[in-house]
């Protein structure tokens, strides 16, 4: 058991810079504009190939619990989802180091994906499209207010939060949404996944419980 635990929490912190966040936002970019300048036939067949589909995963498309992480539905949704991961992932990348961060980011947001398809599973719903980065970006989040836990964040560039508050506002909203079923076409269960990963990712892995970092005084 000592020997699995070691394993599991071999750090990679200090590692070389590798700019992980540019690469993930390139990517997405990039198949964002070949999804939207190749055609409608193009961009449906990647959407088919890419997005987490229930029932294609039923079938064996096991891969689209990673790679739905780089499709998105509009403008709207790529432009905020990378917005996002600039601002927080920058400092989460240069606190983890590089390699870290990216094992952060792949296995939280996958993880989200297989949650979400649980979910779908369970509820009968196995034609949704699961697009975008969001899971993997809550779990960003709540890794700059772990390690941040006295950061102020400017919601919309006017509502200053600590950053362990924002945490528990979008906490609250996804539940809100998910409760009162106003969420829209929007996986609020797959962001929550991402912080509930991202917690876990903590404990496990750093051995770091957030919830005595985020209630620092």
């Known amino acids: 058991m000592n020997s699995i635990i070691r394993i599991i929490r071999r750090p990679f912190f200090n590692d070389r810079s590798y700019n992980v966040v540019f690469w993930l936002i390139g990517i997405n970019v990039v198949i964002f504009l070949l999804a939207q300048i190749l055609g409608p036939e193009i961009r449906h067949r990647m959407y088919m190939y890419l997005s987490m589909i229930p029932a294609a995963v039923m079938s064996g498309w096991v891969w689209t619990f990673i790679t739905y992480m780089f499709m998105h ?5 790529v432009f905020f989802n990378m917005f996002g ?6 400092q989460v990348e240069n606190r983890m180091g590089s390699k870290e961060f990216l094992l952060y980011y792949l296995v939280t947001g996958a993880l989200a994906g297989v949650f979400s398809f649980v979910m779908y599973y369970l509820t009968g719903n196995y034609v949704v499209f699961l697009v975008g980065a969001s899971g993997a970006l809550y779990a960003v989040q709540l890794a700059f207010a772990v390690f941040n836990p ?25 539940l809100m949404f998910i409760v009162t079923g106003r969420g829209g076409n929007v996986a609020h269960l797959t962001h929550l996944a991402g912080f509930a990963f991202g917690w876990l990712y903590f404990l496990l892995r750093f051995g770091i419980n957030p919830w005595r970092r985020l209630t620092e005084r």
Not at 73 to 77: C, I, N, R, V
Not at 152 to 159: M, Q, S
């Open 73 to 77: 539905a509009d403008f709207g949704h």
């Open 85 to 90: 991961l600039f601002i927080f992932g920058l």
């Open 150 to 174: 006295h950061a102020v964040i400017y919601i919309w560039g006017i509502l200053p939060l600590r950053a362990p508050v924002m945490v528990l506002v979008f906490t609250v909203l996804s």
